[in-house]
């Protein structure tokens, strides 16, 4: 996104939000007086009290998924434990952190039937972002089996959509930084595959047909107080 690739621009934003949190105080205070609150929805079904979750915002769980654009006789996991921790790393220039700092560990394992081998990869989560239901998260990859794709030091994108149970059958999905996404169209070569920036992601399009994950959604919380 070339609207937030400039440092002073992100500098003023925390600036901004940081000083908005020194009035959060008083705004819960005039909210908690005003009686019950505002109960509407948007249209979603979700109501105005409901958005404004509390603690900390998280993704856990493991799944099997599959490629509706690739059938194909090959096992494909992501298995998530990514939990939100804002402000907690500090950046040249934001000394604060951001509010999408994030920590945990995502693994990626794909079974190739071709082959008849398993490839796996493990990264540390640095940022997640929620919403109702979904959330982005990326992680920076530091082990990668033998033979897998040369990841390590990089950095990928995922998207989940927690779906809930319904009679047993999930309806999560999954997204993923790689493959058909995140590419440079342009040239007379193939595409060339883009650097991924923290939290982002494509939207979760590929369905889980096994296990499944639960998304904790929390609002990104104001900067710290100076």
Known sequence: MPFMSSRRRVVAVLAVLATMGTLSAAVSASADSGGAG???????????????TTGRASVTGSATFVLPYHPDADVRSFTFDAHADPYSSPLPGIPTGLPTDARGTVKVSHY???????YTAEGHVDCLVTGPHTATLTAVITKVSPGGPPWMGERL?????????????????????????????GGTGAPSEAEVG????????APVVKGGYTVRHADLPPAPQR
């Open 38 to 52: 505002d109960n509407s929805d948007h249209g979603d079904g979700i109501s105005v009290n409901a958005r404004k």
């Open 157 to 185: 994108g995922f998207s989940v959509y927690d779906g809930g149970a319904d009679k047993g059958h999930y309806r999560d999905r999954v997204g993923f930084s790689w493959e058909m996404v995140n590419l440079l169209p």
């Open 112 to 118: 190739s039937a071709d082959r008849n081998v398993t």
């Open 198 to 205: 923290t939290c982002m992601a494509p939207a979760p399009y």
